[in-house]
């Protein structure tokens, strides 16, 4: 059951690891090199990563929307607190529900990336796992990974360790030792990831709410997780997460600089470099979905039209006065 769900993901991803080792074998690296493998799984990262984009785009502007209507979300707390009857808890869900309705967020829209990639972390798993068993000719993969190839990734090592062997399931010491490494790099990682948008990219309001406290505790969770867990993960799947957490510390770095969240000490640090160099301040503003997009439509091509006058605090001028004026001249003469 599992292999039949898993089987368009295992496709994906055994093809993609297929396509990036005959790259860098047509560029003269060795089939069996370990660097050559290492290298087609952070390949694996980036491609998935570009194509989970769309998500983690809409994952930045739910979560502003989120932190744009916590005060509208903490007066409908305040209005049922302390009531704890079944209609008050119903009631204050269903205005909450509208609220995320009306302004197009969702409280579980920053899971949407994580768990986008689970199907493709479980497949390159049961890959890496049934390597030696693919390369004997006892399992097969879909997808273009051929029993060729998983022979040439079987004997492949990464100072001395196989990319398929763990630190629970190998007795050679370079596997238990690269594996200790890259399960301190991955927790390290997500612990950066975490803090920084806690720290940065959250305005202090926001950080008093059950959202904010469930972060911090996943904050310390999540690093103990990987590390208990990972002792399970072939090397090649620690180093496909470890590569997979760089990448979403690095983009979150540009996101968080380039466009911060309201109300937070990002978004201070971004209007003081502006103001440096001389350049317009503008701030994020709460709208429902609807007006979001009129707005989008009206401001393209540098805010013309009348809501991008509304916002400059220009009045626009019928067009209709002008033809008006025109056609009075003739008469005039």
Not at 29 to 56: E, K, Q, Y
Not at 135 to 150: D, I, M, R
Not at 157 to 163: H, M, N, Q, S, V
Not at 237 to 253: A, H, K, R
């Amino acid at each position: 059951m599992l292999d039949t769900l898993l089987w368009p993901f295992t496709w994906l991803v055994s093809s993609i690891l297929a396509g990036f080792h005959w790259i860098f074998s047509a560029l003269g690296m060795a089939d069996s090199n370990g660097l050559t493998w290492a290298l087609c799984i952070v390949g694996l990262v980036v491609v998935l990563r570009v194509m989970l984009m769309p998500l983690f785009v809409r994952q930045i502007h739910s979560q502003r929307r989120m932190q744009l209507i916590q005060p509208e979300l903490m007066k409908i707390q305040k209005k049922y607190k302390g009531k704890k009857d079944d209609l008050s808890r119903q009631k204050m869900q269903e205005e909450s529900f509208a609220l995320y309705k009306k302004h197009g967020t969702n409280p579980f829209s920053s899971c949407l990336p994580i768990v986008a990639q689970m199907p493709f972390f479980f497949a390159l798993f049961r890959i890496l796992n049934t390597v030696p068993a693919i390369a004997s000719g006892k399992k097969t993969v879909p997808g273009f990974f051929t029993q060729e190839l998983a022979g040439a990734m079987n004997e492949a090592t990464i100072l001395g360790a196989k990319l398929s062997s763990s630190f629970l399931h190998s007795d050679d010491t370079s596997a238990k030792i690269l594996s200790v490494v890259l399960i301190i790099a991955m927790s390290v990682t997500t612990f950066t990831t975490q803090h920084q948008l806690m720290r940065k990219n959250m305005p202090a309001a926001a950080l008093d709410n059950p959202m904010a406290r469930q972060q911090k505790i996943l904050l310390y969770a999540l690093p103990l997780i990987f590390a208990v867990t990972g002792v399970n993960f072939p090397l090649g799947v620690l180093i496909y997460w470890t590569v997979s957490n760089l990448w979403t510390m690095c983009q979150q770095f540009y996101v968080i600089r380039r466009m911060p969240a309201p109300g937070s000490p990002a978004e201070k640090a971004l209007e003081q470099r502006r103001l440096a160099k001389g350049k317009p301040v503008t701030k994020m503003q709460l709208s429902s979905t609807t007006d979001e997009e009129e707005s989008d439509e009206a401001g393209v091509g540098g805010g013309t039209g009348s809501a991008g006058a509304a916002r400059s605090g220009q009045r626009v001028q019928p067009k209709s006065k002008k033809r008006k004026k025109g056609s009075n001249r003739p008469k005039g003469r």
